[in-house]
């Protein structure tokens, strides 16, 4: 079966330094949305994110680029993973904001 691609992009008004850092700040929350748990690799080169992310028995890449007034994550789903692709988009337009750009250093 043939890896899907996912592009989703989240816009802001956060300017690109902000976004990068609240980005940083919440990456950590992923291995939460993950059923079982996830081991998440990450590596920042310049305003892009690399991701590697692993559970029950896949790997999935992704990257996110931070612009000044939008975030782009591109996802490529593995073999029968990107049958959940439609699904995964459709929750990362809804609450992909939420996560990635959520802001509780300041009260």
Known sequence: MQAQPIQVDLPHNLGREEAQ???AAN???????????????????GSQLNLGVGAMGQ???????????HVRCHILLPGLLGMFARPIEAMLRSKGGELLLEDHTRS
């Open 21 to 23: 850092r609240r980005i």
């Open 59 to 69: 790997s999935v890449d992704a990257r996110i680029e931070v612009e000044e007034r």
């Open 27 to 45: 990456i950590h929350k992923l291995q939460g949305f993950i059923p079982g748990g996830a081991q998440v690799t990450s590596n920042w080169q």
